[in-house]
C-alpha cells in the first residue's frame, strides 16, 4: 500500500496524528497547520519531523494545496461554535471562517484529496456548517459517513461523545455509504450530558438527598436519572476501570492534587466524584483544576469512607465537620498524565 499523504489541519497538539499512527495506514504528515503557538510547541516536541505552518487556515491558497499534492485532509475545526453549552453561533460565529474558507477551496482544487476525516463536537450534526459540509463534499463527488461516538464506545471510561466524519471520493469504488442519518455507536447517546449534570442541578430541580423511585439515594445535586445511568455505566464489563488510567502512587505527589478545602466546602455538591473502581469519568476542559462546575470528574483517593455517609446531611453541619468529614474522602484532581491516558495519548507523549 502507497504512504498516504495527509494533511492535517487545526492540528493541537498532534490528537489526530496519533491516532493516524494508531490506525497502522502507512502514511505521512506532509503538512500540519494551527495558529496557536502554546499548542505548536506542544506539536513541535512529539513530532520534531513534521512541517508545522504556524499560520492562520484563512491564509491557504490553491497553491498551498497543490503544493502539498495530499491523499488525505484530517481537520477537528474550533468547536466552541457548536457546543451545546456555547451560543451556537455556528456559521455566522468568527471561529468558522477558515472552516468555510477551506469549504469554498475544496471544489476548486485542481486534485481533490481523496480522503476526508474531520472531528467535532455534538452539536456539529444538526448545525449549518455541517449542511454546508455535506452538500460541498456532494457537489464534489464524495460519498461519506457520519459517526456519533464516545470514549466509551471503545472501552475507554470517559464520556466525551463526538461527531466524525470519513468521507472519499467516490471514484473510490468504496464500500461507506453516503446517507442522511447519523450513526450513533454509542451504548447511551447523551451519555455526555453528565457534563451538564451541575447545570440541571442548579436550576433547583432535585433537591439534596431525596429518595429516588429505584431505590437509588440523591445525596448530591443530581437527578435520578444521571444517578441511573452513572449505576449502568458503572457496571458495563466492556469499559475498562479507571485504575488502568492512573499514575503508579509512588509517581504521584497526591498532596499536589488534593481539592482544597474552599473547593470543597464550596463546590462539594457539584462534584463529580469517580473511585479507581469505576468504568465512567466525564469529559475534561480546558478549566479542569481551575473551575469545578461541568470540568471534570475527580478521583477519590480514600476508600474507607462511602461518598454516601459523607454527603448525608452534610448541610447540617457546621462548616468544620463538613470540611473533615469531606476531607475523609481524599478527594483529588486527575494529573496531567492520567487525563491524557483517558483521552488514549500514548505514553510518549
Ligand atoms: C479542536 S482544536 C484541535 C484539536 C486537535 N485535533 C488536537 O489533537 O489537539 C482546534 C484547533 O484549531 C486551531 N485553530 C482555530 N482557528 C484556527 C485558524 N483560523 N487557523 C489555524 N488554526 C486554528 C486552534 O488553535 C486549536 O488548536
Not at 503538512?31 to 513534521?50: C, G
Not at 442548579?202 to 439534596?208: D, I, R, V
Not at 469499559?239 to 509512588?250: H, M, P, T, Y
Request: charged share 20%; net charge negative; proline share 6%.
Amino acid at each position: 500500500m502507497e504512504t498516504v499523504r495527509v494533511l492535517e489541519l487545526y492540528s493541537g497538539i498532534g490528537g489526530m496524528h496519533y491516532a493516524l499512527k494508531e490506525s497502522g495506514v502507512p502514511a505521512e504528515v506532509v503538512a500540519a497547520v494551527d495558529i496557536n503557538t502554546m499548542a505548536n510547541q506542544i506539536y513541535k516536541h512529539n513530532f520534531p519531523d513534521t512541517p508545522l505552518w504556524n499560520k492562520s487556515i484563512e491564509g491557504l491558497t490553491l497553491e498551498d494545496f497543490a503544493g502539498l499534492s495530499v491523499d488525505m485532509v484530517m481537520m477537528s475545526p474550533p468547536c466552541q461554535p457548536f457546543t451545546r453549552i456555547g451560543l451556537q453561533g455556528d456559521v455566522s460565529d468568527p471561529r468558522t471562517k477558515s472552516f468555510l474558507h477551506i469549504l469554498h477551496l475544496l471544489p476548486r482544487l485542481h486534485r481533490p484529496p481523496r480522503f476526508i476525516l474531520l472531528e467535532n463536537v455534538k452539536g456539529f450534526e444538526t448545525s449549518a456548517a455541517r449542511d454546508r459540509l455535506i452538500n460541498t463534499l456532494t457537489e464534489c463527488g464524495y460519498v461519506f459517513q457520519e459517526i456519533m461516538a464516545s470514549p466509551t464506545s471503545v472501552g475507554i471510561p470517559n464520556s466525551r461523545l463526538r461527531y466524525f466524519l470519513i468521507a472519499r471520493r467516490s471514484a473510490e469504488n468504496m464500500n461507506i455509504h453516503t446517507g442522511s442519518k447519523v450513526w450513533d455507536v454509542c451504548a447511551q447517546p447523551a451519555e455526555d450530558d453528565l457534563a451538564l449534570v451541575s447545570k440541571a442541578a442548579c436550576s433547583g430541580t432535585t433537591p439534596p438527598e431525596e429518595k429516588a423511585s429505584h431505590g437509588l439515594v440523591l445525596y448530591k445535586l443530581e437527578t435520578e436519572m444521571q444517578l441511573q445511568r452513572k449505576t449502568t455505566q458503572n457496571s458495563n464489563p466492556d469499559v475498562k476501570q479507571i485504575q488502568d488510567f492512573l499514575e503508579a502512587g509512588s509517581q504521584v505527589n497526591v498532596e499536589e492534587y488534593l481539592l482544597p478545602p474552599k473547593t470543597l466546602l464550596r463546590y462539594s455538591l457539584l462534584l463529580d466524584i469517580v473511585q479507581p473502581t469505576s468504568r465512567r469519568s466525564v469529559c475534561f476542559t480546558k478549566g479542569y483544576g481551575r473551575y469545578v462546575e461541568g470540568t471534570g470528574s475527580v478521583l477519590q483517593g480514600c476508600m474507607d469512607t462511602e461518598v454516601q455517609s459523607v454527603f448525608t446531611d452534610l448541610e447540617l453541619l457546621s462548616e468544620e465537620d463538613r470540611l473533615q468529614r469531606l476531607m475523609s474522602l481524599r478527594l483529588r484532581y486527575f494529573t496531567p498524565r492520567e487525563v491524557a491516558n483517558l483521552m488514549c495519548f500514548p505514553p510518549c507523549f
